[in-house]
């Protein structure tokens, strides 16, 4: 039987991508308040974005429970004997112990791999699709868990903030850190990959954006690239048009980010995921 692939929202992959790979979504989940809300199911990402900017309530964002896992995994269940579940990274979220509890809990005859992607948008999404891709070709449950995982060791994904202060709402910053970025005009640039590690800083979106490309293309060897944005098509294509003539033949992917990296970034987050190619012995 075909391995099949299940994955949560916050791997940002376009909807005819997940139909023709024929991939599982999860939803994670949004919360406005006591307003529970699933991703791109009682929520479009423009809904999102929109109330991001208008509500006086910030969203925080959750995993899928247990209970959602359990579902997915007993209706893929009856198609296929083997599944592998790629995740939102352990330590930005619960969604990996979600997966393994409702793994441990299910009843069907399914062996099931849950992997922890150590990222979030396009840095899961490659993944994803590298494993959905090696399970549509008839590969293993062996073989489409080392694809999603040779992924996972090879991308980078780096993100630009246009502004900090949706960070200071979500508290993830002080006040004091917000209000002096927001005077110094500072438009810090991250990595995210197991942990959101500060990589550099700018004084303007332009120039934040600049160094953020600069950066991802410093990676060797790279392979495939994702461009992501949160309301911003025209600077995730201008990027994209950079990376093309940078790196002729290397196929780019743009994106749109959704609550997971969106409700901590704010509208104006631009991000970046390369992946490097396979190492060979000389």
């Not at 900017?53 to 007993?74: C, I, L, N, R, W």
Request: aromatic share 4%; net charge negative; charged share 25%.
């Amino acid at each position: 039987m075909t391995v099949r692939v299940v994955t949560d929202s916050g791997a940002d992959l376009p909807s005819e991508v997940v139909e023709a790979l024929s991939i599982t979504v999860v939803p994670l989940v949004v919360l406005f308040g006591d307003e529970v809300l699933r991703d791109e199911i009682d929520l479009t990402t423009d809904q999102f974005f929109q109330r991001l900017v208008d509500s006086p309530v910030h969203p925080s964002t959750s995993q899928p429970s247990v209970g959602a896992f359990q579902e997915a995994y007993e209706r893929v269940a009856g198609e296929t004997d083997s599944i592998v579940s790629i995740h939102v990274g352990a330590k930005f979220s619960g969604t990996v112990a979600a997966a393994m509890l409702a793994r441990d809990r299910l009843t069907a005859a399914c062996r099931i791999e849950v992997i922890d992607s150590e990222g979030a948008s396009l840095g899961l999404g490659f993944a994803v699709l590298a494993a959905a891709r090696a399970a549509k070709e008839g590969a293993s449950l062996e073989d489409v868990t080392a694809a999603a995982e040779s992924v996972v060791r090879r991308q980078h994904t780096l993100a630009v903030l246009d502004t900090l202060e949706y960070a200071r709402r979500g508290g993830r910053i002080s006040r004091v850190e917000a209000l002096l970025g927001s005077v110094l005009h500072v438009k810090p640039i991250l990595s995210i990959k197991n942990e959101v590690r500060p990589l550099s800083r700018a004084r303007t979106r332009a120039a934040g954006l600049k160094r953020m490309f600069e950066l991802a293309m410093a990676y060797p060897h790279i392979v495939e690239v994702g461009v992501m944005h949160g309301t911003t098509p025209e600077d995730a294509e201008m990027l994209a048009q950079w990376t093309r003539e940078r790196l002729p033949g290397v196929p780019v992917q743009i994106a749109r980010l959704g609550p997971a990296l969106g409700a901590h970034g704010g509208p104006g987050i631009m991000v970046m995921t390369v992946v490097e190619g396979e190492k060979t012995e000389a």
